[in-house]
């Protein structure tokens, strides 16, 4: 798929799911496209998940472009179907934000130290 620009590290997915189920009960997640890109967008999103197998394509393609012009770590797993169950919808979905981790926060900055620091950084303006 065209707009996965970065590979998760397998080993982190089960720990992405984990953190995922975690901060939907203690804390608050924004579930789909349109919820996950108003909390990019207002930058309340502290992480965002895309699933990989998205079609057609297009209703996801904007989502690392704007994370990374916001500032937002993002990652990738393979499907709606295990993204939609980590946040409790009996669905898949497409992508999902972390605006408040609650009792995942911890997890939450492991994760995030162990992302590729392409999704982590900000991504400088060009003159």
């Given amino acids: 798929m065209a707009y996965i620009d970065v590979q998760t ?9 984990e953190m995922l189920s975690v901060a939907k009960e203690s804390g608050k997640v924004k579930k789909g496209i349109n919820e996950a890109t108003k909390a990019i967008e207002r930058k309340t999103a502290q992480f965002v998940v895309v699933a990989e197998d998205v079609t057609p394509e297009e209703i996801v393609i904007h989502i ?25 919808i009996p669905v898949g979905t497409s992508a999902v934000a972390v605006e408040n981790a609650g009792g995942a926060t911890e997890k939450l900055q492991d994760i995030l130290k162990r992302l590729p620091k392409k999704v982590v950084a900000k991504e400088e303006k060009k003159a």
Avoid at 9 to 17: A, G, R, S, W
Avoid at 66 to 88: D, I, N, R, S, W
């Fill in 64 to 88: 690392p472009m704007l994370c990374k012009e916001k500032g937002v770590p993002y990652a990738f797993l393979p499907t709606k179907k295990e993204l939609g169950q980590a946040v409790g």
């Fill in 9 to 17: 590290p397998k080993e982190l997915v089960p720990q992405i799911l």
